[in-house]
């Protein structure tokens, strides 16, 4: 029997844990042992002194996140087989060693048993980010693994978890590498090349849970006038101008995004007078603008990171919607996502409805879209899916 100090629930709270729930929440907990700090292993006991898993112990509502349901120790064997397994998934779904896709996310915590972690893999380098302290501190054993695991298909290891460990922690991390050095990087999409900037750019660097969506808009684009809005590092807009689209144009309130989107057009489509980006805010630029468009794209950065803000977030949504169905012309396609995992499919939905009645718009349903293959849902973690988007032809 492993050792690891010990949490102890309160009576009749173990089952969830034996619906294989991956978390633990401080109103289920009677005791801990002395001494325990963040990330700490614990082993977690009912209170009739029944082993029921392995896990990181945090500050928070959530006080362990459960690596393991069986007694087992969380040394280098474990990483590595629960990396092995990771990996072996998406090599089935065919999204890793794929040569015209060279990008996939390797890890998807609770979806891939590893809570708190998140890795994505860019042609050679994976990039880590930990969003538990818990994590964090294994950071070094987990490259190694990636490393046993992935041999000479991985070149680097970038840890990118400055901003998502947790404030209270009192943890200061610093981005870097812990493992090899890449400088100067392009990746490939389905065929399509861009920059990857996971050194200064928003998550990981790209957005590659939008993989699959960019791909169907792509059929979309023929002959049409296109707005990416948030457009990041314009993923959306080089799918649209594969697609044949007559004109693109890229808003997001980020500069260097502005920057790398106008790099990736280029890269693509060297010199082609379609595609026209603008750093500004995007309820400003759609306020300004005159403008109608054939198709919308709206895939804003999450409004509701928790439930204290659901309302705020919903009221959000729903502006941002009927500026984009004002802006659209009739017989247009309008893409529209929420990424916040606090806002539940039927909200959206319903934010949606909202602002299409709001703007007098007959809109119908073609599509109800989520996340792609690579970031999997724990079947008994419902929580982890968190993507939603809905395209619609407004009329």
């Given at each position: 029997m492993i050792n690891y100090p010990k949490v102890v629930l309160k009576k009749d709270?173990?089952?969830?844990?034996?619906?294989?729930?991956?978390?633990?929440?401080?109103?289920?907990v009677a005791r801990v042992d002395e001494g325990l700090e963040e990330g700490d292993l614990v082993s977690v006991y009912s209170n009739d002194d029944e082993f029921l898993a392995v896990g990181h112990i945090a500050i928070g509502s959530i006080v362990v996140r459960i690596l393991s349901f069986e007694p087992v120790e969380i040394n280098k064997d474990f990483w590595v087989e629960r990396l092995a397994s990771a990996c072996r998934v998406r090599r089935e779904i065919a999204l890793l060693g794929i040569e015209n896709n060279n990008v996939c996310r390797l890890v998807h915590g609770e979806g891939d048993s590893l809570p708190g972690l998140i890795v994505d893999?860019?042609?050679?380098?994976?990039?880590?980010?930990?969003?538990?302290?818990?994590?964090?501190?294994?950071?070094?054993?987990?490259a190694e693994a990636l490393k046993e695991v992935l041999?000479?298909?991985?070149?680097?290891?970038?840890?990118?978890?400055?901003?998502t460990i947790p404030f209270k922690s009192g943890i200061e991390p610093t981005n870097g590498y812990l493992l090899g050095e890449i400088k100067d990087f392009t990746a490939i999409e389905n065929g399509l090349k861009f920059k990857v900037d996971w050194l200064e750019g928003q998550k990981t660097g790209f957005f590659i849970d939008q993989r699959e969506n960019r791909s169907l808009l792509e059929r979309y684009s023929k002959g049409r006038s296109v707005l990416?809005?948030?457009?990041?590092?314009?993923?959306?807009?080089?799918?649209?101008?594969?697609?044949?689209?007559?004109?693109?144009?890229?808003?997001?309130?980020?500069?260097?995004?502005?920057?790398?989107?106008?790099?990736?057009?280029?890269?693509?489509?060297?010199?082609?007078?379609?595609?026209?980006?603008f750093a500004?805010?995007?309820?400003?630029?759609?306020?300004?603008?005159?403008?109608?468009?054939?198709?919308?794209?709206?895939?804003?950065?999450?409004?509701?990171?928790?439930?204290?803000?659901?309302?705020?977030?919903?009221?959000?949504?729903?502006r941002l919607n009927l500026k984009g169905f004002q802006a659209i012309k009739k017989g247009g396609i309008m893409f529209t996502f929420s990424c916040s995992q606090?806002?539940?499919?039927?909200?959206?939905?319903?934010?949606?409805f909202v602002a299409a009645a709001n703007a007098g718009r007959r809109v119908r349903i073609l599509h109800q879209l989520n996340q792609p293959a690579d970031h999997p849902v724990n079947i008994f973690h419902p929580e982890g899916d968190y993507l939603k988007g809905l395209v619609l032809y407004v009329e």
């Open positions: 709270k173990e089952n969830s844990i034996k619906r294989f729930h991956p978390w633990i929440f401080s109103g289920a893999f860019y042609a050679g380098t994976a990039v880590i980010q930990a969003h538990s302290v818990g994590m964090y501190l294994h950071r070094a054993e987990i041999g000479d298909e991985l070149i680097a290891v970038y840890d990118k978890s400055e901003g990416n809005m948030f457009c990041y590092t314009g993923g959306f807009s080089f799918y649209a101008m594969r697609g044949g689209a007559n004109l693109v144009h890229s808003v997001d309130s980020s500069a260097r995004a502005i920057e790398v989107t106008n790099e990736n057009v280029e890269l693509n489509f060297p010199g082609d007078k379609r595609h026209e980006a500004t805010d995007a309820f400003k630029y759609l306020d300004d603008s005159d403008q109608k468009y054939d198709l919308i794209v709206l895939d804003p950065p999450a409004f509701a990171k928790h439930k204290k803000v659901l309302s705020n977030a919903l009221k959000g949504y729903k606090a806002v539940s499919k039927e909200d959206f939905r319903k934010a949606v």
